[in-house]
């Protein structure tokens, strides 16, 4: 089994919804773009990758949203040195089809008293949906360490929760340490690396802002 050096997740730039969310009211959410701020951000976060990556290949997913697109595009590797595969189990958490700014905002407010992981949006997912999509894709993506060939990289382009429920699926975080973090910023990644003793880690921690009230003993 040939198991990458680097698991690379990256959220995408800004974008139009992040700078007003009165665009869900015109725009579906997948065929939002990157604003100027977005763009900017993620040729930012393409130069640091390039000099990590050194040349070397890499293995690409990412979600079939146009932000996400936009941002992979403007990441500005070399497109001879990567395998790039659009994967729609790495979307963002749907919050239903044309959405009601102010009612999505209720509904954030109750999902902030309910719950993120548990909480179900109207015609929408739950984090918990998201989780067991993740955990899907995972299950792709050990299959594809079979190959000897394999890439030492791999790369992973998609949105906040989905990176949050990524890695407290790789790393078996429970319901109450998954509520405890924030999303990362726009343009942000973090890193999983394999270590000698064959085990990934990862290279930053999610901010915390809260500490972690889980139900019972878990670890």
């Given at each position: 089994?040939?198991?990458?050096?680097?698991?690379?997740?990256?959220r995408?730039?800004e974008?139009?919804?992040?700078?007003?969310d009165?665009?869900?009211?015109?725009?579906?959410?997948?065929?939002?773009?990157?604003?100027?701020?977005?763009?900017r951000?993620?040729?930012?976060?393409?130069?640091?990758?390039?000099?990590?990556?050194?040349?070397?290949?890499?293995?690409?997913?990412?979600?079939?949203?146009r932000?996400?697109?936009?941002?992979?595009?403007?990441?500005?590797?070399?497109l001879?040195?990567?395998?790039?595969?659009?994967?729609?189990?790495?979307?963002?958490?749907?919050?239903?089809?044309?959405q009601?700014?102010?009612?999505?905002?209720?509904?954030?407010t109750?999902?902030?008293?309910?719950?993120?992981?548990?909480?179900?949006?109207?015609?929408?997912?739950?984090?918990?949906?998201?989780?067991?999509?993740?955990?899907?894709f995972?299950?792709s993506?050990?299959?594809?360490?079979?190959?000897?060939?394999?890439?030492?990289?791999?790369?992973?382009?998609?949105?906040?929760?989905?990176?949050?429920?990524?890695?407290?699926?790789?790393?078996?975080?429970?319901?109450?340490?998954?509520e405890?973090?924030?999303?990362?910023?726009?343009?942000?990644?973090?890193?999983?690396?394999?270590?000698?003793?064959?085990?990934?880690?990862?290279?930053?921690?999610?901010?915390?802002?809260?500490?972690?009230?889980?139900?019972?003993?878990?670890?």
């Amino acid at each position: 089994m040939a198991r990458p050096q680097r698991i690379v997740l990256v959220r995408h730039g800004e974008s139009e919804g992040n700078a007003d969310d009165t665009v869900y009211e015109r725009e579906p959410d997948h065929a939002l773009r990157l604003t100027a701020t977005g763009l900017r951000q993620a040729r930012e976060t393409g130069a640091r990758l390039r000099d990590l990556f050194d040349g070397e290949r890499v293995s690409v997913y990412v979600s079939p949203y146009r932000r996400t697109h936009e941002t992979f595009r403007s990441l500005g590797l070399d497109l001879e040195r990567v395998r790039v595969r659009e994967e729609p189990r790495l979307r963002e958490q749907d919050w239903g089809n044309w959405q009601d700014r102010d009612d999505v905002r209720l509904q954030k407010t109750y999902r902030d008293a309910y719950g993120h992981f548990f909480y179900r949006f109207a015609q929408g997912e739950s984090g918990a949906d998201v989780y067991d999509r993740v955990g899907a894709f995972l299950e792709s993506l050990h299959r594809s360490f079979e190959d000897p060939d394999h890439p030492p990289n791999v790369l992973l382009v998609t949105h906040g929760l989905t990176m949050r429920l990524f890695c407290m699926r790789w790393f078996h975080w429970s319901v109450a340490e998954f509520e405890s973090l924030s999303n990362p910023g726009n343009g942000e990644t973090r890193m999983l690396m394999l270590g000698e003793d064959g085990r990934y880690t990862l290279d930053q921690p999610f901010e915390r802002w809260r500490t972690p009230e889980p139900y019972g003993i878990t670890g």
